[in-house]
């Protein structure tokens, strides 16, 4: 898809600290994370919803997912590593896989009790700091 950011990330006409890819997803780092080591993982091929992916894809991702989750485990300590499928601020299927070091780091809207509240992008991170987590999850995988 010609206008999403995902599809040109695939493309290499957008840059991103790319952990893992084969032929099928691409898996990198998010630029906003909610914790360090909050990688994305994405098909190559687009699909603006999960469900209308083969499911032979989606086992794929949730495979690599499980390979990123415990290697975050062991880099970062955790209390768990949560994985949400997604697709709302990019409409392209994306699993988030991150790193949660507090009960609510990954949360959904309907547990929050104030009336009116506002929510936005973690802030993004530095450039250096997403070098320095992309060598250590890369490097993990590479072990094992």
Not at 77 to 91: L, Q
Not at 121 to 129: H, K, S
């Amino acid at each position: 898809m010609a206008d999403c950011i995902f599809c040109k990330i695939v493309a290499r006409e957008l840059p991103a600290h790319v952990l893992f890819e084969d032929d099928h997803v691409l898996a990198f780092l998010d630029i906003h994370p909610v914790r360090s080591g909050h990688t994305l993982i994405i098909p190559k091929t687009h699909y603006s919803y999960f469900e209308e992916m083969p499911a032979e894809l989606m086992a794929r991702i949730a495979t690599l997912a499980q390979r990123f989750a415990r290697n975050m485990m062991a880099i970062y300590r955790p209390m768990r590593v949560g994985m949400i499928v997604s697709g709302t601020d990019v409409p392209h299927m994306h699993a988030h896989v991150c790193p949660m070091h507090e009960k609510y780091d990954v949360t959904s809207g309907r547990y929050i009790t104030s009336p009116n509240p506002t929510f936005g992008l973690p802030p993004r991170a530095a450039a250096a700091d997403l070098t320095r987590e992309a060598a250590r999850l890369k490097a993990a995988l590479a072990g094992g």
